[in-house]
């Protein structure tokens, strides 16, 4: 699906197979004899035929086009080393650049997986939920060489001049672009409006929760009248939905407390008590790759309120419990 937004402004409509996001939104931005695309979807032939069939319809030349990419997650990163062309940028941001090769993939499975079996997540279980993580699966196939942009860089692309703000917190290097005399926030996955974005344990970056909560506070001061977010509804009410996403995760933090009342829990354990957003009756039926992303997000939400003193974390020899404190 293709449709305009503003002139100049379009969203493609990415299908994702089999996937609870089910689409993403990529903008294209036309130039004067230049385009830029602002995320792709995955490394899939669904993907790539929605795209190319897009941009024909565009009437966009891909050997005058530019990229953006707003964070490393394969949904939003991982067809564009099959669109650039020699003559295209691919604007990144530096935390994750180095982030997205091959080598720094496997070792980052290999990390998480110490670190999530130390937490109580069972062997079994991890191996199906990392074999059928889409990361591994859709991802980048060949190497790029993104330009990297940080905090305040421009990029001016016909009556657009988007300046980059960086929201780390659902990735490590998350960054949104702000358009100030159109009041436009292209948001990514950092304000989601139909659905919460994920916030999950990153080795790269020190509480993520925390993160993430000092960068909604960091783009509710900004005057915005459209908010082009990654998945879909576009909207217009960004401090509303800000003000939204801190309640939840407010009362997740609660029922992580409610369920330390109760006595010391590993963090698999915790995760049984969160209410989670998805279409099953059980822990035990969701989906491999959902329980890492559920579990990913309970580890945040007690390291956050590790910090915060809390709750406390002990060494044994089955692995780390908390407890309140």
């Given amino acids: 699906m293709v449709d305009e937004i503003l002139p100049d402004l379009c969203r493609i409509e990415i299908p994702l197979p ?33 795209m190319l069939s897009g941009l024909e319809r565009l009437n966009v030349d891909l050997k005058k086009t530019d990229f953006f990419i707003t964070h490393l997650h394969v949904d939003h990163l991982g067809l564009v080393a099959n669109l650039a062309t020699d003559a295209s940028k691919v604007y990144f941001n530096e935390p994750e650049a180095s982030m997205v090769n091959s080598e720094s993939l496997e070792r980052q499975r290999r990390d998480l997986g110490v670190i999530y079996r130390s937490h109580g997540f069972p062997e079994d279980e991890l191996k199906k939920s990392i074999d059928s993580h889409p990361g591994y699966l859709y991802g980048l196939r060949k190497r790029v060489d993104f330009c990297v942009l940080k905090e305040g860089d421009i990029i001016d692309i016909g009556d657009y001049s988007f300046r980059c703000i960086k929201t780390p917190g659902h990735s490590p290097g998350h960054t949104c672009l702000y358009e100030p005399n159109k009041k436009i926030l292209v948001s990514g996955d950092h304000i989601l409006f139909d659905i919460t974005p994920n916030i999950t344990f990153w080795p790269e970056i020190e509480n993520s929760l925390k993160q993430y909560l000092a960068s909604l506070k960091k783009v509710y001061t900004l005057e915005v009248n459209l908010v082009l977010p990654g998945h879909r509804n ?53 989906p491999p790759a959902q329980k890492l992303f559920a579990f990913g997000e309970t580890l945040a939400h007690l390291n956050y309120l590790e910090e915060d003193g809390v709750i406390r974390r002990e060494i044994k020899e089955h692995g780390v419990v908390f407890s309140l404190a």
């Fill in 18 to 50: 089999k996937n609870p996001l089910k689409a993403l939104n990529s903008y294209l931005i036309k130039g004067d004899g230049r385009f830029l695309i602002i995320d792709t979807g995955m490394n899939r032939e669904e993907c790539m035929h929605e």
């Fill in 234 to 286: 576009i909207w217009n009410d960004h401090k509303r939905r800000i003000i939204e996403l801190q309640e939840h995760h407010r009362a997740r933090l609660d029922e992580i407390l409610l369920a330390l009342e109760e006595g010391e829990k590993n963090a698999w354990e915790i995760a049984h008590y969160v209410s989670w957003d998805i279409d099953c009756s059980a822990w035990e039926l969701f």
